[in-house]
């Protein structure tokens, strides 16, 4: 069974940056898709930003040029650089990892529990 962990999260004035961390148990991220999903009350989850296994990258347009992805497959860890933060940008930030199954377009997938991101303005 696949645990993440994510860490990082805090309170930060707005303008400031975090790094969020998700480290993954009994699976490296080697062939994983991973994803930075967030989530704020009465809204549901969406997607921040996310990288495959061959390091194609993808952001939502409202993080676009402010947050980087990247996973070091040193440390089996995948990292969220976020920049210029805005109050909106305030959520729970959840770790995703999709792993192949061997059957084409089928995942497994897992979640971590979340890190909360507070930005002040």
């Known amino acids: 069974q696949v645990q993440l962990e994510e860490s990082g999260g805090g309170l930060v004035q707005a303008g400031g940056s975090l790094r969020l961390s998700c480290a993954a148990s009994a699976r490296t991220f080697s062939d994983a898709n991973m994803f930075w999903y967030r989530q704020t009350p009465g809204r549901q989850r969406e997607m921040v930003a996310s990288?495959?296994?061959?390091?194609?990258?993808r952001y939502m347009s409202a993080v676009k040029e402010r947050f980087i992805i990247s996973i070091d497959v040193t440390k089996n860890t995948v990292q969220l650089q976020m920049n210029n933060l805005k109050p909106e940008d305030t959520a729970v930030y959840y770790c995703?990892?999709?792993?192949?199954?061997?059957?084409?377009?089928?995942?497994?997938?897992?979640w971590g529990e979340g890190t909360l991101v507070t930005v002040s303005s």
């Open positions: 995703n990892a999709q792993f192949p199954t061997g059957t084409p377009n089928r995942y497994m997938s897992y």
């Open positions: 990288i495959t296994s061959g390091g194609d990258t």
